[in-house]
């Protein structure tokens, strides 16, 4: 296009920073970034979501960020014009759509336009587990379809360490590696923290709660790793099979910040890096 003199709009950025996302092509996307802004585009909502997706799925988070802090409009929480404009769109929306704005419900804990977009995704996919397990702590109604035990690895002095939720499998170690995760805990509740129950299902006692959010996988690996570590050494790095919960996301905040340590908790969805009490995803995951 400019070759042949021709101007690109905002539509032709954004689809050209698509397709480098796409490929990984970064030196492309930079040269287009660079064009933007000796161009003077305006950083809508449209061209920084696009560089914001390129520079992510390319590995350069940093730029990502960067981009992200810059742009003007970043629409979070608007999930009523965010349902209008899927019902209004002139396809049929996809798993994907639905899958994104129940994401987006559950995280700003919008039951109801939730329950609205998983019976979308029913309609879709009538076997989806994760629309059931929402459907499950909704309502506490079985379904019979369950999903895989959440298990989380860490690496300590080159050997990989599993845990899975409610693990006593390290027998030599596991009364240390609970009271030095009751001790994690106590903590953060003085600093504020308070335990995020509705991340259980809500057909037992709110003690057991508790109980059954201190067992997390990822909240067992995180206790074994300071306690096997040096303090304010080099990051803690977590893996999960399955996406973490709100209430260890929150847990994890606040243990960066007793532990003056940085925690990298990689799930099914994303990385996130806990460091100084903020996580890089901004709690929305």
Not at 130 to 143: E, I, M, Q, T
Request: net charge negative; aromatic share 8%; glycine share 8%.
């Amino acid at each position: 296009m400019l070759e042949e003199n021709v101007r690109p709009n905002d539509f032709t950025v954004v689809s050209a920073l698509s397709a480098c996302a796409k490929i990984g092509a970064v030196e492309a996307g930079l040269r287009i970034h660079k064009y933007i802004k000796d161009n003077r585009f305006r950083l809508n909502a449209a061209i920084g979501t696009a560089l914001v997706d390129m520079y992510a799925k390319c590995g350069n988070i940093e730029s990502a960020s960067q981009v992200f802090s810059e742009t003007k409009e970043s629409r979070a929480g608007r999930l009523n014009e965010a349902l209008k404009f899927i019902e209004e769109m002139p396809i049929n929306p996809d798993l994907v759509i639905w899958g994104t704005l129940f994401c987006a419900c559950r995280a700003h804990k919008n039951v109801e336009i939730a329950e609205f977009a998983v019976t979308k995704l029913l309609e879709l996919e009538p076997k989806h587990p994760g629309s059931y397990v929402f459907l499950s702590n909704a309502y506490a109604a079985d379904k019979g379809v369950g999903k895989g035990p959440g298990w989380s690895h860490v690496e300590v002095d080159g050997q990989v360490h599993r845990f899975v939720a409610g693990d006593n499998a390290h027998h030599k170690d596991a009364n240390e590696i609970h009271q030095k995760l009751e001790e994690i805990m106590s903590g953060a509740r003085k600093q504020g923290y308070m335990p995020g129950t509705e991340w259980v299902l809500h057909n037992i006692e709110e003690e057991e709660k508790e109980d059954a959010l201190g067992s997390h996988s990822e909240k067992l690996a995180l206790a074994f790793a300071l306690i096997q570590t040096s303090p304010k050494t080099a990051p803690i790095r977590i893996v999960k099979n399955l996406r973490i919960c709100g209430d260890c996301h929150s847990l994890m905040k606040y243990a960066s910040i007793m532990s003056q340590r940085e925690i990298i908790v990689r799930d099914i969805k994303r990385f996130h890096h806990f460091k100084d009490g903020t996580c890089s995803c901004g709690d929305y995951w």
